[in-house]
């Protein structure tokens, strides 16, 4: 189902200055990814542990804020909150540059600012995720993804690649600086939407704001809905299993002694993946069945992943983390498009917050899990026990999903008295 607003899609010409300007304004996002894991891992003595605490405060903060965010989504105006949030991201760059540059960086900033961090980048997706599909036509938004997608992947691959080298001979302090500066510039992109295009349809009319009954009648409607109490528990497993994959090239490029470099280079690897799905799914494969690309992206990194479990050496990690990349994209774009097409717009910053609080309040756990098994056991046997539960994953979703994108529709919502409209 689908709720529209008055004043029509986004005349393309604003379109693709915002779209422009939101890519460029994430520019610097993988070289603070890699100088902040990279820091903590050598500053805790490089224990695989460390990227478990670090990723764990990122995620469970990520989890928290998409609770918090969905409801503030849904009430205030989300172009005017990309603006705030842009600006905020900056600012958080900006302090940590200043420590780096002074030589006064230690563990703990690293987590507060993952934490802060997430305060503002997760609110700041979710509101571009909600807004999107109220700009354009949905049988749009599988090439905007993917355009999007195969831009931000194509500069993150840039910036892996050199992001270890850059680390080892000027450290992270321009990374923090540059990454900072870029975040202004989402910012004023906003500004080429009009606020009215950022305002929620349907959207309570009183003064008075209830975010917890906003978010009950929500999770009412979601656990009522048939599709999503089995799409949901699936993909909160899927971001378990994708948590601890998230954080795997470092410790592959410390088993194999390639250091810093070799971490930027699996990423780099990892991103030319997602590029080349990306720049598939945005030009031949606009009209590829959604759901059965999604689970074969799945199958795929399964395979590359398991191949690199039973040997660790550059050349099969080379190719798994290629693999890794090209299956995301079956996630990222088609199965991203096609959960933003069916969630009506005024409960979507709420689904996708109650979604990404579900998925991310165990991901601390399962990461620490899996670290501890790195340990103890080496990252050989963890990337095979990963690649089994993939293929039993895809197993489970093949059968408890509908695999034809037209049996993936959601009835009308309920309004915050309990009733539910009629269909147009």
Not at 26 to 36: H, Y
Not at 274 to 295: D, F, Q, R, Y
Request: charged share 10%; aromatic share 10%; net charge positive.
């Amino acid at each position: 189902m689908e709720s529209t607003h008055n004043h029509g899609r986004l005349p393309n010409r604003r379109l693709v200055m915002f779209l422009t300007g939101y890519a460029l304004g994430n520019s610097g996002d993988m070289f603070t990814q890699i100088a902040v894991l990279w820091t903590g891992y050598t500053l805790s003595g490089r224990a695989a542990l460390s990227l478990a605490g670090l990723g764990g405060a990122w995620t469970l903060a990520t989890a928290v804020m998409g609770l918090i965010s969905g409801p503030l989504i849904d009430r205030f105006n989300r172009r005017n909150a990309l603006i705030w949030l842009h600006a905020g991201q900056a600012l958080l760059s900006l302090g940590l540059f200043a420590l780096a540059q002074a030589n006064l960086l230690q563990m703990w900033h690293l987590w507060a600012y993952l934490i802060g961090s997430s305060m503002v980048v997760v609110p700041c997706g979710m509101a571009f995720d909600s807004l999107l599909p109220d700009l354009v036509e949905k049988d749009r938004l599988v090439r905007i993804n993917g355009l999007l997608s195969s831009w931000g992947m194509a500069d993150n691959m840039a910036e892996a690649a050199a992001s270890g080298v850059a680390l080892a001979i000027w450290g992270p302090a321009p990374v923090f600086l540059f990454n900072g500066l870029m975040y202004f510039v989402g910012a004023l992109a906003a500004l080429a939407v009009p606020s009215e295009y950022g305002s929620v349809a349907d959207a309570p009319s009183d003064t008075r704001w209830h975010p917890l009954a906003d978010l009950r009648i929500t999770f009412r409607y979601m656990v009522r809905e048939p599709l999503l109490r089995r799409y949901i528990p699936l993909r909160l497993i899927g971001g378990l299993v994708f948590a601890c994959l998230f954080f795997m090239p470092p410790v592959v490029s410390a088993a194999l002694g390639m250091e810093s470099e070799g971490f930027g280079f699996f990423q780099s690897v990892t991103i030319g993946g997602v590029l080349a799905g990306s720049l598939l799914a945005s030009s031949i494969g606009t009209k590829w069945p959604k759901v059965k690309m999604w689970l074969g992206g799945q199958l795929l990194y399964a395979l590359g992943l398991l191949a690199l479990g039973l040997l660790i050496h550059p050349v099969p990690a080379f190719i798994g983390f290629f693999l890794f990349g090209v299956g995301c994209t079956g996630g990222r774009i088609y199965q991203g498009s096609l959960y933003q097409q069916i969630v009506p717009t005024q409960h979507r910053g709420r689904i996708f917050g109650i979604g990404s609080f579900l998925g991310g309040v165990f991901q601390p756990a399962a990461l620490g899990l899996a670290m501890l098994f790195v340990d103890r056991s080496g990252v050989g046997v963890v990337l095979v026990g990963i690649a089994a539960v993939i293929v039993v994953l895809v197993s489970v979703e093949a059968l408890l999903l509908p695999l034809h994108e037209t049996k993936w529709i959601l009835t009308h919502p309920p309004s915050r008295s309990g009733e539910t409209p009629t269909a147009d």
